[in-house]
């Protein structure tokens, strides 16, 4: 039986990206079946992700292939602007005076293709008083508000374990880029889509930034516990942590029959969500003073068993072998000739009939050069006269 044909396989994305933001957005669509063509300088490597065979790059560029060219060379910007013409998407990531400077911005390129969806990341923005400020994401972790609500109260502002504002404007960059391909359907017309880190950190902080806009609040650090639920956070147990979320007025009451607490429904600093919160640091308390007398698996199981959500605070190495994630087949293996046999992340989606997988390692500089052009000479019609005036 023939394998499903990926739902991006009839896609090809040049990938003019670099650092994490933008892989992370061109690795959606490689996943997902397309023909993603990094461009890379011949005579510069990605060094803000590591070496190209360690782990952070292995995990970036999977499933893509990588062409050479100096987009300044007069015969390797002919070979660029063919696979323009050949493409349905590009990715980038430059300055906007870079990218106009070397004449790959979205007029330039749509005119020669005006079927291109053209996505663009940046720190700060494509204008504005600040968008040729440099932007990373510890920058824009602490920019865009997220720092300031991020820790233990009082201990100052706190970046978070991974680089969020990065992965979130990959994701949402693959998402717009997305939304203009299905309008393409209909219209025949590419769009240029844009995003930036700083838009993603302000829309991943959601309700908080909700609770200024609308209630006039200022969030505060809360540490593990929640800013508007009680409770729910973390709790020392007999011999570790945990987690329990029970607030909500029906969480909250399965949460005192099993910690043998009922009256604390009756109890007016308790009984209300609002009263709850009013007295959220009594409240954690004596909470924290009943989940100390029984052990973690003691009070997951019987918490959960009542409906009450609660689990373990893994290290990563733990939250791999535990038995959930593994069946989710949370990795998927490949080999590469250069680092061996790979366990990478697997995409966290999955789709009824379709196996998506990790179908070659991240490539070497230059690798797949001949293969393209090659691709090219007996694929992209010549261009008319007025194009080739345009390029």
């Not at 987009?71 to 005076?97: G, M, Q, T, W």
């Not at 973690?296 to 535990?322: C, E, K």
Request: hydrophobic share 40%.
């Amino acid at each position: 039986m023939q394998e499903p044909t990926l739902p991006f396989a009839h896609l090809r994305v040049i990938d003019l990206t670099r650092a994490r933001a933008g892989p992370t957005a061109s690795r959606q669509f490689a996943d997902w079946g397309a023909d993603v063509i990094m461009v890379e300088s011949p005579h510069v490597e990605n060094d803000l992700t590591g070496n190209r065979h360690g782990s952070d790059f292995q995990n970036l560029h999977r499933n893509k292939r990588s062409i050479s060219l100096n987009l300044k060379d007069e015969a390797d910007r002919a070979v660029f602007i063919e696979l323009v013409r050949s493409a349905d998407v590009l990715l980038e990531n430059f300055r906007p005076d870079v990218k106009h400077r070397l004449k790959i911005d979205y007029d330039t390129l749509s005119a020669i293709n005006p079927r291109l969806v053209y996505g663009s990341i940046s720190g700060f923005g494509e204008d504005g008083p600040n968008a040729l400020r440099p932007g990373v994401d510890q920058i824009v972790q602490g920019y865009g508000g997220l720092m300031s609500i991020t820790g233990i109260p009082g201990q100052g502002p706190v970046r978070t374990g991974v680089a969020i504002t990065d992965i979130s404007a990959g994701l949402f960059a693959a998402l717009g880029v997305m939304t203009a391909l299905i309008e393409r359907e209909a219209t025949g017309k590419g769009r240029w889509v844009q995003t930036s880190l700083l838009q993603s950190c302000i829309a991943l902080l959601d309700f908080q930034a909700a609770r200024w806009l609308v209630d006039g609040k200022v969030p505060q650090q809360e540490g593990n516990h929640h800013p508007t639920g009680v409770p729910m956070g973390t709790f020392e147990t007999q011999d570790g942590r945990i987690n329990v979320a029970a607030a909500g007025n029906t969480m909250f009451a399965k949460f005192c029959q099993v910690a043998g607490k009922e009256d604390w429904l009756h109890d007016p600093r308790y009984n209300t969500n609002e009263a709850r919160f009013e007295n959220r640091d009594a409240l954690r308390e004596e909470v924290a003073a009943i989940i100390a007398t029984r052990p973690s698996a003691s009070w997951i199981t019987a918490l959960n068993a009542a409906g009450v959500p609660s689990g373990p605070i893994y290290t990563i190495d733990r939250m791999f072998a535990d038995p959930q994630v593994q069946h989710l087949q949370t990795t998927r293996q490949v080999d590469s000739p250069a680092c061996g046999s790979l366990e990478l992340l697997a995409q966290p989606i999955a789709i009824s009939g379709v196996k998506c997988d990790i179908r070659r390692p991240a490539p070497e500089l230059g690798e797949h050069t001949d293969e393209i052009i090659a691709e090219l000479r007996r694929t992209v019609p010549p261009a008319p006269p007025s194009a080739a005036a345009e390029s």
